[in-house]
Each structure stands twice: as structure tokens, then as C-alpha cells.
């Protein structure tokens, strides 16, 4: 009689996992992407970063044009930065100030979002891109 039982509750539970599935794969998927584009982003902005370090480091003398500047740091972003399509790359502003001795580089960079844009095809609008900016000072010589 408990084999009979066991049997017919087996056949009941048969489905149960691929609903189960079903209803969590989405979840998953989410929640995988939106870890990706977080890291991602934050690795835009490490790169951002750096770059503005490197236009500081190459404007540090007093002598040293702006265009200078502004080309070492879009040099070392250009190859780094992770962007998605093709030629998608560009810095919006690099700013150098010189200032008391002091030459501070900024960096803007706006990150289009990949994952959030296939949610305007369900007709959500969480915003397309992330500023993401970087400032580093440096006491020129």
C-alpha cells in the first residue's frame, strides 16, 4: 500500500521542478545582469579615474599645454573604457585648472546602460546613461 502511495505522489511532484524553474529563471537572470552592469560601471569609473590621474601626471609642469593634458588622458581611456556599439567611446569634458601651484584634472564620462535599455521594450524608462566623473590634484613643479 505505501508503494502505491509513494508512486502516485511521485507522478504529482513530476511537473513541479520546470514550474519552479520557470518562475525563478527570470529572477536569476536580473539579478546576474544587473550584476554585470554594476561591475562593469564601476570598472568605468576606476578607468575614469586613472585617467585623470594621467592628465595630472603629464601637466604637473607648469610649461605643459592644455591639449597636453587633455591627450594623455583620453589616450589612456580610450582603449580601457568598456563601452557597447561600435566607436561609442568619447569624453565629454577633461579640465584642467591650474591653480596657487596646484593643477587639478576632471573627467566626465557618460556610460550608456546595456542592461536597462531592454526594459524600454516593456515601456520602462529608468534613464539611459550614468555620469561618471573623476577629479585628481597634483602640486606642479
Do not use: H
Not at 502511495?5 to 536569476?28: D, H, T
Request: net charge neutral; glycine share 8%; hydrophobic share 40%.
Amino acid at each position: 500500500m505505501r508503494s502505491l502511495f509513494k508512486s502516485r505522489n511521485q507522478e504529482n511532484q513530476r511537473g513541479v521542478a520546470a514550474v519552479e524553474f520557470a518562475i525563478v529563471l527570470p529572477l536569476l537572470l536580473i539579478l546576474f545582469a544587473g550584476i554585470t552592469e554594476f561591475g562593469i560601471a564601476y570598472y568605468n569609473k576606476q578607468v575614469i579615474t586613472n585617467a585623470s590621474r594621467e592628465g595630472a601626471r603629464a601637466g604637473f609642469s607648469t610649461d605643459t599645454p592644455n591639449s597636453d593634458i587633455q591627450e594623455a588622458a583620453y589616450n589612456y581611456a580610450k582603449d580601457r573604457v568598456i563601452t557597447f556599439g561600435a566607436n561609442n567611446f568619447s569624453l565629454q569634458d577633461i579640465t584642467p585648472n591650474r591653480e596657487d601651484g596646484y593643477i587639478t584634472v576632471t573627467v566626465n564620462f557618460n556610460y550608456t546602460y546595456l542592461i536597462l535599455a531592454g526594459f524600454r521594450f516593456f515601456g520602462a524608462d529608468f534613464g539611459q546613461t550614468l555620469n561618471i566623473r573623476a577629479s585628481t590634484t597634483m602640486e606642479m613643479l
